[in-house]
């Protein structure tokens, strides 16, 4: 098993920056990739960023990509998503998850592609 715990939240004004963690324990080896979503009021969870664990290729969603980044502290086991230039619309719970089988990344996009998720953290950017 592996736990996903997400940290860093918070209300932000429009404009400012955060940046998310999701500290991994337990069978990290086991982790092929780790991806950020997110769920606003009343919306479906979407996709926003995913990584391998290996490190290196990422890949993002079309209305985060130039504004997030997604990367990850191998001796921590802690994956980040430094946000900048938030907007209104970026308001939503996150959510940190990870992935037990490697795939292209197209399959990384998807919900149902992962074995673990996190509790989820709040972000509310104020206009």
């Known amino acids: 098993q592996v736990q996903l715990v997400e940290s860093g939240g918070g209300l932000v004004q429009t404009g400012g920056s955060l940046r998310l963690s999701c500290a991994a324990s337990?069978?990290?080896?086991?982790?092929?990739?780790a991806g950020w979503f997110r769920q606003a009021p009343g919306k479906e969870r979407e996709f926003v960023a995913a990584?391998?664990?290996?490190?290196?290729?990422?890949y993002y969603a079309d209305s985060v990509k130039g504004r997030f980044t997604i990367s990850r502290d191998n001796a921590k086991n802690t994956v980040y998503l430094q946000m900048n230039s938030l907007k209104p619309e970026d308001t939503a719970v996150y959510y940190c998850?990870?992935?037990?089988?490697?795939?292209?990344?197209?399959?990384?996009?998807?919900?149902?592609?992962?074995?673990?998720w996190g509790q989820g953290t709040q972000v509310t950017v104020s206009s």
């Open positions: 337990g069978r990290t080896f086991s982790i092929a990739a």
């Open positions: 990584m391998r664990w290996s490190g290196g290729s990422t």
């Open positions: 998850a990870a992935v037990k089988s490697s795939s292209p990344f197209s399959y990384y996009t998807r919900i149902g592609a992962y074995d673990y």
